[in-house]
């Protein structure tokens, strides 16, 4: 069966018509690609990118759709869950499964191309599923702005085979937004938050434990009201980054005590704040 009560209840409220004419012909046209696929997994984060694929995926495919999410202790538990409720919330088929990349060095050690060994782990698992499912496509949700940024893992999933609808068709992430929100997805601005080991600066071992430390320092901000903030890894120090415009509030916002013992009791040696605030792509300058 194609679809189900929720697509029902988008299209209630979905306002298609806040589309630029150019929005809404990619959106015609990915519709009427994805169609043509026959049946389809989807390398799916939860993030607005790959959730917009699912989405589109189990409307136009229904139960010859299935999103699959890689389990590691790369992936915070909130984004784990988050991933779970858009899924259920879609209708679409979910699956987990557990990768194994920090067991290899080419991840672990932290070179540049880190990435790489990630989806390289991650589509091991996307296409044998797909095989043995009987699924004959993987999908993912790269866009046209992640081709202009350094992001070795998308050679990676091009050597599997994997299809990125939203580069081919070139939606932007702006057209992902704004497409996800005229659809009615309550998701629509959800900030980015790459995975955990994007903290730790090249070079910089990543273990379970130092994930666990930058997840449950980012949780514990988070629980405090910021809802968007990066803890950078570096040794024994955290570095939080947070937008602009809560600079100039932290001090008089936050207890600062407190919140400096609470790292200290994770493990941190150090806490600062830094001053040029949260900034995309700061990693790979």
Known sequence: MIGNLNFKVISMFNQLEILSDEQSEKLYTIRRYIKNLDSVCIAYSGGVDSTLIASLAFEQLGSKAIAITGISPALANTLREEARRQAKWIGVKHLEIKTSELDQSSYSENPKDRCFACKKELHKHTTYLSKKLNYKIVLDGVNLDDLKDYRPGIQASKQAGVISPLAKFKFSKKDIRDISRALG?????????????????????????????????????????????????????????????????????????????????????????????????????
């Not at 070079?203 to 514990?220: D, Q």
């Not at 990066?230 to 600079?247: F, K, N």
Request: net charge neutral; aromatic share 12%; charged share 25%.
């Open 185 to 285: 997805f309550p998701w629509w601005d959800k900030p980015a938050q790459p995975c955990l080991s994007s903290r730790f600066p090249y070079g910089h071992e990543i273990t379970s434990e130092r994930l666990k430390m930058v997840e449950k320092a980012e949780e514990y901000l988070k629980e405090c009201g910021l809802s968007e903030v990066r803890v950078r890894c570096q040794g024994s120090t955290a570095r939080i980054e947070i937008p602009q415009d809560e600079l100039k509030h932290f001090f008089n916002k936050y207890n600062i005590s407190e919140l400096v013992q609470y790292f200290s009791n994770l493990g941190f040696n150090c806490t600062s704040l830094d001053l040029e605030g949260l900034v995309s792509g700061k990693l790979n300058r």
